[in-house]
C-alpha cells in the first residue's frame, strides 16, 4: 500500500534554447536591478556577455567559482556583493559557480537565478557546501535555494564532450539513489526515471556530436529532472561514497560518480529491486548496475578509481571513512563489502552484486 510524504519546493523554470533572452525581465520579476553575475574564470567571456546583455541591471562580475567552494572565494564573493550593493546573484555555470552564489545567499538572502551550464543539477536544490580546512561542510536551507532557474541548451553546446558524460552521469547518480531513497515517493520516482531516459538516449548522441541541439536539449531536460530529484529527497551510499572520496582524497567530482555509480547500484541491486527494475527499464537494459558501467564506457567515459587520481593505499581510509557515520541506505553498510566495493571500483572491473 502507498504511504508517503511528497514536500514541493518553489522555484520557476524556463527552458529552451534561447531562453537566455528572458533574464533581464526575469531579473525585474524578481524585484532585482543590480545583478552580480558569477563563473569561473574558465567561463568568464560567457559571464561577461550575459552582463553585457544586463546593460544597467548588472552591476559586475565575480569570476573566481572554484570547486567545492573554498571559504575564501566565498568570503570574497560575499564582500564584492555587499560592495557593489548587489540585490541578486546571476549564477552563469555549472554546479561550482551555482555553489557560490549559494555560499552569498546563505549569509545576505540575495535571491539567485541559476542558468546552468553542466548537468550537475545544483540548480534545483536547497543543499550548500562550503570547504574550510580541507573538509567539506553542507546542509539544506530554502534560502539558497535559485529562485529562478533558466535552462538554455545553447549554453551547453561548449561543454567539452567528457564532460558532458561524466556531468551526466552524475545526474543520472541523483536520479538513481532517488528512487530508492528512505522519503522516496511516487512523483519523484516518476521524475527519476524519466531522467535516467532522458540522460541515457541524449548522453550517447551527444558524445556523437557536441552541437547537437536536440541531444543537448534532452540531456538538459534530463538534468533538470535529475536536479529537482536531488533536491527533493535523501541520497544514501553513493553519495556518502563521492563525498568522501571528492572530499578527503580531492578526485574530480563528476568523473568520481561515473566510476562509483555501477558499483553502488551493484551493492544496493539486492536490497531495492523495484528501483533497479526502473533504472534497467530506464536505460532498456537487463540489469541496471551493467547497463550504467555500459554507458558510461560506451561513452569513452573513466571507469577506474586508479585513473582518475585515487592512490590504492588511501582505500582502507576511504572505507573507514565510508562508514564512520550511520545513514541511510537500502542495504546495511558493512566495511567490507565496501572496501570491496572500491576495490572493485578502484580496478575499473565490471560491478558485480555481492
Ligand atoms: P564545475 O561547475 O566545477 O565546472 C567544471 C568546469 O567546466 C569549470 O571550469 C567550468 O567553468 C567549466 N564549464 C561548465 N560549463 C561549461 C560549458 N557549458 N562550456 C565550457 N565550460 C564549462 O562542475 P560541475 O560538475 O557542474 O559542478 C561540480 C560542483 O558542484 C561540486 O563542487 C559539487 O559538489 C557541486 N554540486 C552541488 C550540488 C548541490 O545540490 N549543492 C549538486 C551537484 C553538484
Same mark, same amino acid.
Given at each position: ?18 531562453? #537566455? ?8 520579476? #524578481?524585484?532585482?536591478?543590480? !545583478? ?23 552591476? %559586475? ?17 560575499? =564582500? ?28 545576505? @538572502? ?23 580546512? *580541507? ?46 531513497? =528512505? ?27 557536441? +552541437? @547537437?541541439?536536440?541531444? +543537448? ?29 571528492? %572530499? ?42 551493467? *547497463? ?8 569513452? !567515459?573513466?571507469? !577506474? ?8 593505499? @588511501? ?8 562508514? =564512520? ?17 572500491? @576495490? ?11
Amino acid at each position: 500500500m502507498l504511504r508517503f510524504i511528497y514536500q514541493a519546493l518553489p522555484g520557476r523554470v524556463i527552458f529552451g534554447a534561447g531562453s #537566455l533572452d528572458r533574464l533581464r525581465d526575469e531579473i525585474q520579476r #524578481l524585484g532585482a536591478s543590480r !545583478a552580480l553575475v558569477l563563473s569561473t574564470p574558465e567561463q568568464r567571456d560567457q559571464a561577461q556577455a550575459v552582463a553585457q546583455r544586463l546593460g544597467s541591471r548588472a552591476t %559586475g562580475v565575480f569570476d573566481q567559482a572554484a570547486m567545492h567552494v573554498p571559504i575564501a572565494t566565498a568570503n570574497a564573493a560575499r =564582500e564584492e556583493a555587499k560592495r557593489l550593493g548587489a540585490d541578486c546573484c546571476v549564477a552563469v555555470g555549472g554546479g561550482s559557480t551555482t555553489g557560490l552564489a549559494k555560499a552569498i545567499a546563505l549569509v545576505s @538572502d540575495l535571491p539567485i537565478l541559476a542558468v546552468p551550464t553542466t548537468y550537475a543539477g545544483s540548480e534545483m536544490t536547497p543543499i550548500w557546501g562550503l570547504t574550510e580546512g *580541507g573538509i567539506k561542510k553542507t546542509g539544506r536551507d530554502t534560502r539558497v535555494l535559485p529562485r529562478t532557474v533558466i535552462y538554455d541548451p545553447v549554453l551547453t553546446l561548449t561543454m567539452p564532450p567528457m564532460l558532458s558524460a561524466t556531468s551526466g552521469m552524475n545526474a543520472i547518480a541523483h536520479c538513481v539513489e532517488a528512487l530508492y531513497a =528512505e522519503d522516496a515517493n511516487p512523483i519523484i520516482s516518476l521524475m527519476a526515471e524519466e531522467g535516467i531516459r532522458a540522460l541515457g538516449t541524449s548522453l550517447p548522441a551527444v558524445m556523437k556530436d557536441p +552541437r @547537437d541541439i536536440e541531444a +543537448r536539449s534532452h540531456a538538459l531536460y534530463g538534468a533538470w529532472l535529475a536536479g529537482s530529484s536531488l533536491g527533493a529527497v535523501g541520497m544514501a551510499l553513493h553519495h556518502k561514497l563521492c563525498h568522501v572520496l571528492g %572530499g578527503t582524497f580531492n578526485l574530480p567530482h563528476a568523473e568520481t560518480h561515473t566510476v562509483v555509480l555501477p558499483h553502488t547500484v551493484a551493492y544496493n541491486s539486492k536490497a531495492a529491486p523495484e528501483a533497479m527494475a526502473r533504472v534497467a527499464r530506464a536505460l532498456r537494459a537487463d540489469d541496471a548496475a551493467a *547497463g550504467l558501467f555500459a554507458l558510461a564506457s560506451s561513452m569513452g !567515459a573513466p571507469t !577506474a578509481l586508479g585513473k582518475i587520481g585515487m592512490k590504492e593505499e @588511501d582505500l582502507d581510509h576511504a572505507a573507514d571513512l565510508a562508514v =564512520e557515520n550511520p545513514y541511510y541506505n537500502p542495504r546495511p553498510i558493512t566495511r567490507d563489502a565496501i572496501r570491496a566495493l572500491l @576495490d572493485d571500483a578502484f580496478r575499473g572491473r565490471s560491478p558485480a552484486a555481492r
